[in-house]
């Protein structure tokens, strides 16, 4: 069971990117897939938009309007998009199954990708 997140890179702020989570040997259409930001070195790590097994989605109040999450069944692979970026949004986004944390946030779990890289230049 893997997940591979890719598509981070260096972009302007402003702009825009589309963030790739593919997985092998785990069926993405059957979990509720999540992705979360963490610095670099940091522990913290902080939701930004999920899609559950039925396709609805959610995401963080702080990137709704610029961030959307969407899943290609075929493809086993979720996509998240990021429009109007800011330099505040740079860090290291990762895929994960999402679970509900005991404050009832929502956390990642088991399995998790490795992360991808965003730098948003100002």
């Known amino acids: 069971v893997q997940l591979q997140a890719s598509g981070g890179g260096l972009v302007q702020a402003g702009g825009s990117l589309t963030l790739s989570c593919a997985a092998s040997?785990?069926?993405?259409?059957?979990?509720?897939i999540g992705w979360f930001r963490q610095a670099p070195g940091k522990e913290r790590e902080a939701f930004m938009c999920l899609i559950n097994s039925s396709g609805t989605t959610d995401c963080s109040d702080s990137v709704k309007g610029r961030f959307a999450v969407s899943r290609d069944n075929a493809k086993n692979t979720v996509y998240l998009r990021m429009n109007d970026l800011e330099v505040d949004d740079s860090d290291l986004y990762f895929c994960a199954s999402v679970m509900i944390g005991v404050d009832l946030s929502y956390i990642p779990g088991d399995p998790r990708g490795q992360g991808t890289l965003v730098t948003v230049s100002s």
């Open positions: 040997g785990f069926s993405l259409a059957r979990h509720a």
